[in-house]
T-cell receptor, first 115, second 115 residues
Framework: KQEVTQIPAALSVPEGENLVLNCSFTDSAIYNLQWFRQDPGKGLTSLLLIQSSQREQTSGRLNASLDKSSGRSTLYIAASQPGDSATYLCAVRLKGSGNTGKLIFGQGTTLQVKP | EADIYQTPRYLVIGTGKKITLECSQTMGHDKMYWYQQDPGMELHLIHYSYGVNSTEKGDLSSESTVSRIRTEHFPLTLESARPSHTSQYLC??????????????FGPGTRLTVT
């Protein structure tokens, strides 16, 4: 059974720092991995989608990497800002999920960026 | 920009009432999903749909039911609400075809409180 783990559960950094969020998964047979942002009481905003054949994706100050063989992904946030404060979730889509597109989510890392 | 909508955003209702949570998307996506998320916890899939007239139960058992009569609409119904149903319900959709279309887009969520 696929399990997705995110470490740390919470992180507090001063503004301007570069930081890395970690995501690990137990079954390397994934179709893709997606990083989301969730603000308190809100829905999820998709940040980056990495296909299983890709090593990384970049969007602005965000860079996500994928190492399928070791079952790991990282989300790198450069020059963090208070507006980056949110919970970051990673989710994997299993190869065996066929036509469903079902995602398995981690518990998230709650980030606080202090001014 | 994702066009997926949920109503109501917040609902407080008494035990035993029947409720329907609405979800609509204007992207023409064939796949739609309902997730349940308790505060501080990960998302769990409770229902999904491949397309019109197809619905399946997700990984987490739920007393709710869903229907998919139109591509753009995926309502969730609780016949008799109970306090244990208090949670946030998130709707999502994704397309088919190209790998990029597998990205899941989420609505803003409905926060349900059953008293």
């Amino acid at each position: 059974k696929q399990e997705v783990t995110q470490i740390p559960a919470a992180l507090s950094v001063p503004e301007g720092e570069n930081l890395v969020l970690n995501c690990s998964f137990t079954d390397s047979a994934i179709y893709n991995l997606q990083w989301f942002r969730q603000d308190p009481g809100k829905g999820l905003t998709s940040l980056l989608l990495i296909q299983s054949s890709q090593r990384e994706q970049t969007s602005g100050r965000l860079n996500a990497s994928l190492d399928k063989s070791s079952g790991r992904s990282t989300l790198y946030i450069a020059a963090s800002q208070p507006g980056d404060s949110a919970t970051y979730l990673c989710a994997v889509r299993l190869k065996g999920s066929g036509n469903t597109g079902k995602l398995i989510f981690g518990q998230g890392t709650t980030l606080q960026v202090k001014p | 920009e994702a066009d997926i909508y949920q109503t109501p955003r917040y609902l407080v209702i008494g035990t035993g009432k029947k409720i329907t949570l609405e979800c609509s998307q204007t992207m023409g996506h064939d796949k739609m999903y309902w997730y349940q998320q308790d505060p501080g916890m990960e998302l769990h899939l409770i229902h999904y749909s491949y397309g019109v007239n197809s619905t399946e139960k997700g990984d987490l058992s739920s007393e709710s039911t869903v229907s998919r009569i139109r591509t753009e609409h995926f309502p969730l119904t609780l016949e008799s609400a109970r306090p244990s149903h208090t949670s946030q319900y998130l709707c999502a959709s994704s397309g088919s075809g190209t790998p990029a279309s597998n990205e899941q887009y989420f609505g803003p969520g409905t926060r349900l409180t059953v008293t």
